[in-house]
């Protein structure tokens, strides 16, 4: 795995960290997919220190482009059906603030590190749990995606063109919106009570549950009657000609958020349309034929052309880019937004510190990589190590060249 690398011009120099704002926070995360490593992502961008158990056998459970929200944590594998490795996760949860786990309900629980049991070990923890559907209720149970949690909470229903099917907004609205923030957000709220108080939480996350947050003012314009049942009829859902996405000469396409007057105006401008010759834009009856005549004049010019003509306004016109062009375009150069490890190009931290840039983060680290020096800081002795290693419930391994797993178990 080769080392992250700051994808800004050159020259330009990433202000070195302080080691962040959770920095002293010492976080166990139980392996998983989706939101709750993405959570647990954001709490080693901000300084945490993330302890993640992996499975023993160093398998990941999904392919390698899942590992890019592994980063910045030290792994130990642990096989936590070995009930040798089961007091090892709970001596480990004792010596740390937060726990986060991924399974479905009662899982934790069955293999005996649910909250009943870490609690009796260390009452103060915050036991964050993420779920698509929630702990409890009909669906507690059922297995889902994001595009079933989103589905059933109403969201996307709302996403979609006029008369077309409604369209998956891949999985960033339930599984890393809805879900992992919300599981983020949950944890920081407990922390700052358990500092408070010395208490613990158990922190019930759902996909569900934050996906409709995120529905807050679509569900108060519905109720004042300003968002209308249709796909892509409404002001913000592509319905509005002055919210919405144009092709260009090109193919590629230009997105435009016109929303106020004055931007609405210098959006006019930019096209070289006469105001006086277009219908009232704030009647939805004229928007079909308002759209027309946009439309039109986008496909006169190249969406680069386009980009150029805008640039400098106040249109809130912008080139709609795919992960490289983001990546290589000035502003997203100059404040380090992406990083690139290897080929493949990665988000940087975020937010912003005191006017910081992040310090890119470590790698990700191979299942068990680092087994044996997390056990000996938190309190085994070498002993205890090599008993748990040759018991088979710990694995240690290190990364070999090329990035992959190497098995060191039997070192002494």
């Not at 992996?54 to 890019?68: E, L, S, T």
């Not at 059922?142 to 063109?161: C, E, Q, R, S």
Request: hydrophobic share 40%.
């Amino acid at each position: 795995m080769s080392a992250f690398r700051d994808h800004s011009p050159p020259g330009a120099e990433a202000e070195a960290g302080t080691g962040g704002p959770l920095s002293g926070l010492r976080v166990l995360e139980l392996n998983g997919i989706g939101p709750a490593p993405f959570a647990c992502m954001l709490l080693a961008d901000l300084g945490a220190e993330v302890i993640r158990i992996d499975r023993a056998d160093g398998a990941h459970p999904f392919a390698q482009w899942h590992r890019v929200l592994d980063r910045g944590r030290r792994s130990i594998a642990l096989d936590l059906k070995n009930p040798h490795a089961v007091r090892a996760a709970l001596r480990l949860a004792q010596r740390c603030d937060v726990l986060v786990e991924g399974f479905r309900p009662g899982v934790a629980e069955r293999l005996g590190i649910g909250p009943r049991q870490c609690h009796a070990r260390n009452p103060s923890l915050v036991y964050a749990r993420m779920t698509g559907w929630g702990q409890h209720g009909p669906l507690a149970g059922a297995p889902g995606h994001d595009i079933n949690y989103i589905a059933l909470t109403g969201a996307l229903d709302a996403i979609g063109p006029a008369g077309g099917p409604p369209v998956p907004p891949v999985n960033l609205l339930g599984d890393f919106a809805g879900g992992g923030m919300l599981l983020f957000g949950g944890i920081l709220a407990a922390v700052l009570e358990q500092r408070r108080t010395g208490r613990g939480r158990v922190v019930d996350a759902a996909v569900v549950d934050g996906t409709a947050l995120l529905m807050s003012m679509l569900l108060g314009m519905s109720g004042a009657g300003e968002w209308g049942p249709s796909r892509g009829a409404n002001l913000l859902d592509g319905g509005a000609p002055f919210y919405c996405v144009y092709p260009c000469q090109d193919g590629r396409y230009v997105a435009v958020g016109a929303l106020e007057d004055r931007f609405y105006t210098a959006l006019v401008q930019g096209l070289e349309l006469d105001p006086d010759r277009l219908p009232d834009r704030w009647r939805s009856a004229n928007w079909d034929a308002l759209r027309s005549v946009f439309a039109d004049r986008f496909l006169r010019r190249t969406r680069d052309a386009w980009a150029a003509a805008f640039d400098g306004t106040d249109a809130c016109v912008t080139p709609v880019l795919n992960a490289e062009e983001a990546a290589a375009h000035p502003h997203m150069r100059a404040r380090g937004t992406f990083l690139r490890d290897g080929p493949v190009l990665r988000p940087a931290a975020a937010p912003r510190y005191d006017g910081a840039r992040p310090s890119p983060p470590a790698p990700p680290p191979v299942p068990g990589q680092h087994t044996r020096e997390v056990l000996a800081e938190l309190g085994w002795s070498g002993a205890e190590i090599r008993r748990l290693l040759s018991s088979g419930a710990a694995r240690a391994a290190s990364a070999s060249a090329d990035g992959g797993p190497r098995d060191v178990t039997s070192r002494s």
